[in-house]
């Protein structure tokens, strides 16, 4: 599966859980660890749960795991890296406080 199919696959899986505000940056020319972050925001701890596991049960019925998963059981912000695509599922007072999106400000939005 190529990056674009994967990216693909991850932001149809948060769509499908009416994440808000989805964004797609390009890393592919900033940083050698992924090639795109997908940023989107819940409107609960439920909420941000659900979109992280709509994404994990997606990308496995390809046959492709994560690398890891990181704050599920808080659900406040869920991390799942599937190395080419990262996830950041966040709560939206958790998003306004980390702000990925200023601090990769260089980084081109893909159009959705």
């Known amino acids: 599966m190529t990056p674009k199919q994967l990216l693909k696959i991850v932001v149809e899986a948060a769509e499908d859980v009416q994440a808000v ?13 992924t090639d795109y972050f997908v ?3 819940g409107r ?4 941000v749960k659900a ?3 709509s994404i994990l049960k997606k990308v496995k019925d390809k046959k492709r795991l994560p690398i890891g998963v990181e704050g599920h ?3 406040e912000w869920v991390l799942v890296d599937f190395g080419d695509v990262v996830a950041h599922i966040f709560h939206q007072e958790v998003r306004e406080f ?4 200023k ?7 893909i159009k959705l």
């Open 39 to 41: 940023i989107c925001s």
């Open 98 to 101: 980390y702000n990925l999106e």
């Open 21 to 33: 505000d989805l964004l797609v940056l390009d890393l592919t020319h900033l940083t050698s660890f």
């Open 73 to 75: 059981r808080e659900g």
């Open 51 to 53: 979109i992280g596991d």
């Open 103 to 109: 601090l990769w400000a260089d980084a081109p939005h």
């Open 44 to 47: 609960s701890d439920t909420q």
